[in-house]
């Protein structure tokens, strides 16, 4: 653990305390390969902070860890959801409600994704 506080790696509990705000700091100052790091959530913000540790040899590839609370049969409950409102948003023209289901969508495949790789 002195290791890798002594080489600046946070654990990923560490990271979790950290606001987004500081998250988006941290990605700009040790991380500047990290692109889009403004339109990312903060748990997407984790995930590619550790991705990038893990690809320049900083932390062990063993480290990932699924998200909690997210197993993938519930992120495909909240897709049907997402995609019921997408489907009624088109019929009815509403690209603002179209826009934010195909967002949604987007979103949990990726956590999806996520998740299964680190299981």
Avoid: W
Avoid at 23 to 45: A, D, H
Avoid at 68 to 82: D, E, T, Y
Avoid at 93 to 104: D, I, Q, S, V, W
């Amino acid at each position: 653990m002195q290791e890798k506080q002594a080489e600046g790696i946070m654990e990923r509990e560490e990271l979790e305390k950290l606001t987004a705000t500081k998250l988006r700091e941290l990605c700009g100052e040790k991380y500047p390969e990290i692109v889009g790091v403004s339109g990312m959530e903060k748990e997407e913000m984790i995930e590619a902070i550790i991705s990038e540790e893990v690809r320049l040899g900083l932390r062990p590839k063993t480290g990932a860890v699924a998200p909690k609370g997210q197993g993938v049969s519930n992120l495909k409950a909240q897709i049907r959801l997402f995609k019921r409102q997408r489907d009624e948003a088109l019929t009815a023209k509403n690209y603002h409600g179209l826009r934010e289901a195909r967002a949604g969508i987007k979103r949990l495949k990726k956590r999806m994704r996520k998740h299964r790789e680190a299981s």
